[in-house]
């Protein structure tokens, strides 16, 4: 009540405005969502598309159930959800230092930075035997993937970050005797917080990529050892219901980032 009385009845409109767009926003993102969905069922029970080549939303839900009841389903979710993790984890926090090595002088970032695109460009869906043979097959083979699929995007991201910081203000840090320990603390990491919270955001995305290219070319179990199996013995069902479960986990680990970054941001 307080806030209210203190604020001009324009401010209060505004304020109104941004909350009615937010609500249509969010509303208009489950219409779209539960639109799909219909179209999709409908499509499929009335035989416009073929519901054994792209299942429905109602056979997605049988196979949850039955995934569910013999209990593969936290198995599998579980074991995919680890290796995401863990690699994004340390892409973020490796490459995170690493950028920080890089802004730290500008001669190995120089000679550096060259490879770091290269290594970028490679399509790592081709070092896959090559990880197969240096590490074998398993968690830490998928988990090996996860990272470098990740890990140079956040490299590039961070470092961009830093170096984008207001040049007036590294001026000013230096004629206030700053070292650069100080101006990385107490400017440089704070001042690059908005682009770090988008690097996490991306590598989100590309975290899911690489544990999923690392399932495919060895796994026992998880959701891409689903969509492999699935595809090769026809049960399409199966790969719809794991992509299903992969855009459910994918878009809550993003909400979480997208919290953190409104708590984080604010502070600074």
């Given at each position: 009540?307080?806030?209210?009385?203190?604020?001009?009845r324009e401010h209060l409109a505004y304020l109104k405005k941004i909350r009615r767009n937010k609500i249509l926003i969010f509303t208009l993102r489950w219409l779209i969502l539960v639109?799909?969905?219909?179209?999709?069922?409908?499509?499929?029970?009335?035989?416009?598309?073929?519901?054994?080549?792209?299942?429905?939303?109602?056979?997605?839900?049988?196979?949850?159930?039955?995934?569910?009841?013999?209990?593969?389903?936290?198995?599998?979710?579980?074991?995919?959800?680890?290796?995401?993790?863990?690699?994004?984890?340390?892409?973020?926090?490796?490459g995170y230092f690493i950028a920080i090595l890089l802004w730290s002088s500008e001669t190995v970032r120089a000679v550096v930075e060259p490879y770091i695109v290269v290594l970028n460009?490679?399509?790592?869906?081709?070092?896959?035997?090559?990880?197969?043979?240096?590490?074998?097959?398993?968690?830490?083979?998928?988990?090996?993937?996860?990272?470098?699929?990740?890990?140079?995007?956040?490299?590039?991201?961070?470092?961009?970050?830093?170096?984008?910081?207001?040049?007036?203000?590294?001026?000013?840090?230096?004629?206030?005797?700053?070292?650069?320990?100080?101006?990385?603390?107490?400017?440089?990491?704070?001042?690059?917080?908005?682009?770090?919270?988008?690097?996490?955001?991306?590598?989100?995305?590309?975290?899911?990529?690489?544990?999923?290219?690392?399932?495919?070319?060895?796994?026992?179990?998880?959701?891409?050892?689903?969509?492999?199996?699935?595809?090769?013995?026809?049960?399409?069902?199966?790969?719809?219901?794991?992509?299903?479960?992969?855009?459910?986990?994918?878009?809550?680990?993003?909400?979480?980032?997208?919290?953190?970054?409104?708590?984080?941001?604010?502070?600074?």
């Amino acid at each position: 009540m307080k806030k209210n009385m203190n604020c001009s009845r324009e401010h209060l409109a505004y304020l109104k405005k941004i909350r009615r767009n937010k609500i249509l926003i969010f509303t208009l993102r489950w219409l779209i969502l539960v639109a799909i969905l219909g179209l999709w069922e409908l499509m499929a029970h009335f035989k416009v598309i073929d519901p054994f080549i792209t299942s429905s939303p109602s056979r997605v839900i049988k196979t949850l159930s039955s995934l569910y009841k013999s209990g593969e389903l936290t198995k599998h979710i579980g074991i995919t959800l680890g290796e995401t993790l863990a690699g994004f984890a340390i892409a973020v926090i490796a490459g995170y230092f690493i950028a920080i090595l890089l802004w730290s002088s500008e001669t190995v970032r120089a000679v550096v930075e060259p490879y770091i695109v290269v290594l970028n460009s490679l399509p790592k869906i081709a070092l896959g035997p090559l990880i197969i043979i240096w590490i074998g097959t398993g968690y830490s083979a998928i988990i090996f993937m996860t990272v470098i699929v990740s890990i140079i995007l956040c490299i590039m991201n961070t470092l961009a970050g830093f170096i984008a910081v207001d040049s007036t203000k590294l001026t000013l840090m230096k004629a206030m005797g700053a070292g650069r320990i100080a101006t990385l603390t107490k400017l440089i990491m704070p001042a690059s917080l908005p682009t770090l919270m988008n690097t996490l955001k991306v590598a989100v995305g590309l975290s899911w990529i690489g544990s999923i290219m690392g399932e495919y070319i060895s796994s026992r179990a998880g959701l891409g050892y689903l969509i492999v199996y699935g595809g090769q013995v026809m049960r399409l069902d199966l790969v719809m219901t794991a992509t299903f479960i992969l855009c459910i986990l994918a878009a809550c680990m993003y909400g979480i980032i997208a919290i953190i970054e409104r708590i984080v941001v604010k502070q600074f």
